[in-house]
């Protein structure tokens, strides 16, 4: 209950203290390129229930038509001001919607796209027995996912092979230490990191949960 009103109270202080902010990137959006302001793309959140997740568009219209689910940095499809956008992770403010609506949380695991969640082994799925979050110690920890694949031979491939079942040991173990203190100091980490714009993109070393090798390296992930 703590966190349901914690996560309310926030989103309604920030959308009130950033509606100049959507009416600048509305406008900004619009005139960068032909199409809708915002994006809603499906993923799947608590209990594997279905939702649109609301962001301001970056890529051009029909780009999911174009290529992969996935992003790499310099990914053609991304308009100019959605490149700001992402850089400065602008494009989830209307994530605080899905807060109010209940669908989302301010912090908790990364939701992902139908697509993605086919792959989730039954320990992984896991998290989906809470709210996915707008940020988390995996949205810090891969804040530069698109850099990193940007090498990549088979995007696809690598991402549900190697990076998502890393990403998702995090969210595990942030699920089990999970409290309203917890959360305050993610969101605290998540600007802190937003301002670090000098850090390089590195890929956080955790391993998958399943090799059971990584377990003291995932927990200090999230909690520090």
């Not at 809470?130 to 990193?148: D, F, K, M, N």
């Not at 991402?159 to 969101?187: E, F, G, T």
Request: proline fraction near 7%; charged fraction near 20%.
């Amino acid at each position: 209950m703590a966190k349901r009103l914690f996560d309310i109270a926030v989103a309604l202080v920030a959308l009130i203290l950033l509606s100049p902010v959507w009416l600048i990137v509305g406008v900004a959006v619009v005139l960068d390129s032909p199409g809708p302001v915002f994006y809603r793309g499906q993923r799947i959140g608590k209990d594997g229930v279905p939702f649109g997740m609301l962001k301001f568009r970056t890529m051009c219209l029909n780009a999911d038509r174009m290529g992969s689910a996935l992003t790499r940095g310099r990914d053609p499809r991304v308009t100019r001001v959605g490149c700001i956008l992402r850089q400065w992770k602008l494009d989830e403010i209307p994530q605080l919607l899905n807060v109010l609506r209940g669908e989302m949380s301010l912090v908790g695991p990364r939701p992902e796209a139908p697509c993605y969640v086919e792959h989730y082994t039954p320990e992984q799925r896991l998290v989906l027995t809470v709210r996915p979050g707008i940020t988390g110690a995996t949205q810090i920890a891969y804040r530069h996912e698109e850099a990193l694949l940007q090498n990549c031979v088979n995007m696809e491939e690598e991402y549900i092979n190697r990076i998502m079942p890393q990403k998702l040991s995090l969210d595990l173990h942030y699920i089990a230490q999970r409290s309203l203190w917890l959360d305050i100091m993610l969101v605290a980490r998540t600007f802190l990191a937003l301002l670090d714009k000098n850090e390089p993109a590195r890929e956080p070393h955790v391993m998958p949960a399943a090799t059971g090798h990584s377990e003291s390296q995932a927990e200090d992930s999230v909690a520090s």
